[in-house]
């Protein structure tokens, strides 16, 4: 009797350790579906490439440049940042083409003139989806900050007048298609007095061309 109830015991125990295993598996394959689910992208609307890989290294410039005369240096110092961003961001081909610098970057490189260009630059590197690798400065001088501030304000100006102008366009079109309108009424009122005028006209000239019978001649009496 107790060997029965021991043997019992354990296949209760089995069941229920086959119901846990059952459940997290049915768990794990919930997860695995929320995952596979692609994410819904609306229509019209651009697709981001994304961002792969976001690194930040501080690029020694002086020794690559110091190997062309004064009048090349800062050609020279941005070709050596494009070399190491490409080598260290495991660029295609080490393609320099896919390397995209920073406008104030390369204004911060060419600031001291051609011939003094800075020995190193800090700076942070995106690389997306595609391969492109985009370049920005890290420590951005206040003067710099200002002039992206003021950039942005210019910007957003711009956009308003823009709006405003197409809203203007649109009224204006909204104006034409009501003068077009009213245009073709008057060309419609015109044309019935011309037709009214005409018709007079050729009344007129019915009147006059018809023919009236002619009266006999006298004749002399015959002797």
Known sequence: MMVEEEKKQEEKVEEKKEEVVDKAIEENLKVEEKEEKPVKIKKGEP????????????????????????????????????????????????????????????????????????AKIKVKCIKDSEGIVKVELVDIPDVVKFKMDREKKDKNKVQKVEKKVEEKKEEKTEEEKKGEKEKEKAGEEVGLKQAETQAKELKHEVKTNVKQPRRPYRQALQK
């Open 47 to 118: 697709q981001k490439p994304k961002n792969v890989l976001e690194r930040e290294y501080i690029i020694p410039l002086r020794k690559e440049f110091k190997k062309v005369p004064e009048f090349r240096r800062a050609k020279r110092a941005l070709k050596a940042l494009k070399d190491f961003v490409a080598r260290h961001m495991k660029v295609e081909d080490r393609n320099i083409k896919k390397v995209k610098i920073d406008k104030y970057l390369n204004e911060e490189i060419w600031f001291r003139g051609i011939r003094k260009p800075l």
